[in-house]
């Protein structure tokens, strides 16, 4: 996964505008994604959730693309919301000897500008 | 969908005391949940893996004999943060994995803050 222990990079954007989020993953056998949205103070929500044998998925306002060649994931949000503002995280699980557990990637915090 | 309820949200104790955070799965059964810890402005780290009805699995650097976890039934897991100090001063999540056709979803607790003074 990426390094923890570093601040969280920022993402500023104004409302309606649309957002791309990326990450990069480590582990090139890794079969499964997950984007979460962590609220302050809050446990992570489950956003959108992509696996390894596609390259997009689709959901309401959000859009998930996996290139795996580079082992890079993006989250894009169309017409962003202030309540859109939170930290997105990245998890890949899967991978050799098949733990599925998630291992969270660094982080964004996305700030929404009314 | 599936829930996850932890408590409490917010704990202060005393140096050298023990606080017991619980995670329960709500409307569903978990075989295994998650205890997650978490420093401001930091990625969730995995703290171990608690399995019911046998010992957790503790990640490398985690004291097993200073996060006590218990998973006594199929909804219920505990951490216990025993003689507890300032710097386990952190935010606390616990995730609870559903099995679902075959694939595997993790639902998340709300966490608790627990402040050591």
């Known amino acids: 996964g990426e390094s923890v222990g570093l601040h969280l990079p920022t993402l500023s954007v104004q409302e309606g505008d649309n957002s791309i989020i990326n990450c990069a993953y480590s582990?090139?056998?890794?079969?499964?994604f997950i984007w979460y949205k962590q609220e302050s103070g809050k446990g992570p929500q489950f956003i959108i959730d992509i696996r390894s044998n596609m390259d997009k998925r689709q959901g309401q306002r959000v859009t998930v693309l996996l290139n795996k060649t580079v082992k890079h994931l993006s989250l894009q949000i169309a017409a962003t919301q202030p309540g859109d503002s939170a930290v997105y995280f990245c998890a890949e699980e899967g991978g050799a000897g098949g733990s599925y557990i998630p291992t969270f990637g660094r982080g964004t915090s996305l700030i929404v500008h009314p | 969908g599936a829930v996850v309820s932890q408590h409490p949200s917010r704990v202060i104790c005393k140096s050298g005391t023990s606080v017991k955070i619980e995670c329960r799965s709500l409307?569903?059964?978990?075989?295994?949940m998650f205890w997650y810890r978490q420093f401001p402005k930091q990625s969730l780290m995995l703290m171990a893996t608690?399995?019911?009805?046998?010992?957790?699995?503790?990640e490398q650097g985690v004291e097993k004999d200073k996060f006590l976890i218990n998973h006594a039934s199929l909804t219920l897991s505990t951490l216990t943060v025993t003689s507890a100090h300032p710097e386990d001063s952190s935010f606390y999540i616990c995730s609870a994995r559903d099995e679902v056709g075959g694939f595997y979803g993790y639902t998340f607790g709300s966490g608790t803050r627990l402040t050591v003074v």
């Open positions: 608690s399995n019911e009805g046998s010992k957790a699995t503790y």
């Open positions: 582990n090139s056998a890794s079969d499964y």
């Open positions: 409307d569903f059964q978990a075989t295994t």
